[in-house]
């Protein structure tokens, strides 16, 4: 393993009050692994109070009397309030916060990630120690779903000073078959047998499928019958000239469908192992279709 104990490609940040770092780990493919070293510190808000000069407001009252006269001659009088604001000097009290000096953190990080067949990635990593909290980010190149696949973290205390030592595993899955995959077009049901469309499986491991079944009357409460992902054995994957179709016997899930009306509701999703630290970068990780299903 190719190991990086100095500063690759590393950005830092610190917050107004130094309480902050962040270092930023570019993995184009040709290093997998990297040591990385922040520093902060945790601080704690307190309040102080300050009595300052200032202009004050208040409203007075004053009253207007109008008279008009009347056709028979006569006066009619009416009287209305009027206000106005006076302004005056005076003292107020204003609550000023500052920040209090905990104690020094240092965090020792070790970032590593799957090595790839090609040297094809343009991913970046951040790792921000924000006071004693640790996290890692990324944001790639959305040619790679970027995996969080391990994360061990401990800490002490020694005196003043806390330390963090961290390990992140990390693993780019290309992307690109995941999101053709994803593309759920039609969904049908012929003598128990549910269908739906979507695009080419090329990876079978990478794709999970789920289903959701409830009784659905127009008048009334809805009943689950079924909810759960589906096992390789319980659908049936063909390839076909535009993208893949997948069956699935309803029956054989132990789903009676009898007179009613139904929801069924198929799911294709990216399954994975740990969790995505860019998927804000794709327009889904999951597609469904739902089909509404009458019996007669």
Do not use: W
């Not at 994360?151 to 330390?163: Q, T, V």
């Not at 290309?174 to 469309?197: E, H, M, Y």
């Not at 689950?224 to 054995?233: A, G, I, K, N, P």
């Amino acid at each position: 393993m190719k190991m990086l104990t100095a500063v690759l490609s590393l950005m830092f940040a610190i917050s107004a009050f130094a309480s902050s770092e962040t270092k930023t780990f570019f993995y184009n493919g040709t290093q997998d692994s990297i040591q990385l070293s922040l520093n902060a510190e945790q601080t704690h808000t307190e309040y102080r109070y300050e009595q300052r000069r200032t202009i004050c407001y208040r409203q007075e009252v004053y009253y207007r009397t109008s008279c008009q006269s009347t056709p028979q001659g006569g006066r009619v009088c009416q009287t209305f309030p009027v206000y106005r604001t006076i302004s005056y000097p005076c003292i107020e009290t204003v609550r000023i916060p500052y920040e209090v000096k905990d104690y020094d953190v240092e965090a020792n990080v070790n970032l590593s990630v799957a090595a790839l067949p090609s040297a094809s990635a343009g991913e970046t990593f951040q790792v921000t120690l924000n006071g004693d909290k640790l996290s890692l980010s990324a944001l790639g190149s959305k040619k790679y779903f970027l995996i969080l696949n391990k994360s061990e973290i401990s800490s002490s205390i020694n005196g003043s000073l806390k330390m963090i030592d961290a390990s992140y595993a990390t693993s780019l899955v290309d992307a690109a078959p995941v999101v053709k995959a994803l593309d759920l077009t039609n969904i049908s049901i012929k003598d128990l047998v549910l269908r739906f469309k979507m695009g080419p499986v090329e990876v079978r491991d990478v794709i999970g499928f789920s289903l959701n079944v409830t009784k659905a009357p127009l008048l009334g409460s809805n009943t689950v019958l079924f909810d759960r992902e589906l096992s390789s054995s319980e659908i049936e994957l063909s390839s076909q000239a535009a993208g893949s179709a997948v069956d699935v016997n309803i029956e054989s899930l132990g789903v009676n469908l009898s007179s009613g009306r139904y929801s069924l509701t198929a799911k294709a999703f990216f399954k994975h192992e740990g969790s995505i630290l860019n998927a804000s970068q794709f327009e889904r990780v999951e597609a469904s279709r739902t089909l509404i299903y009458k019996v007669r």
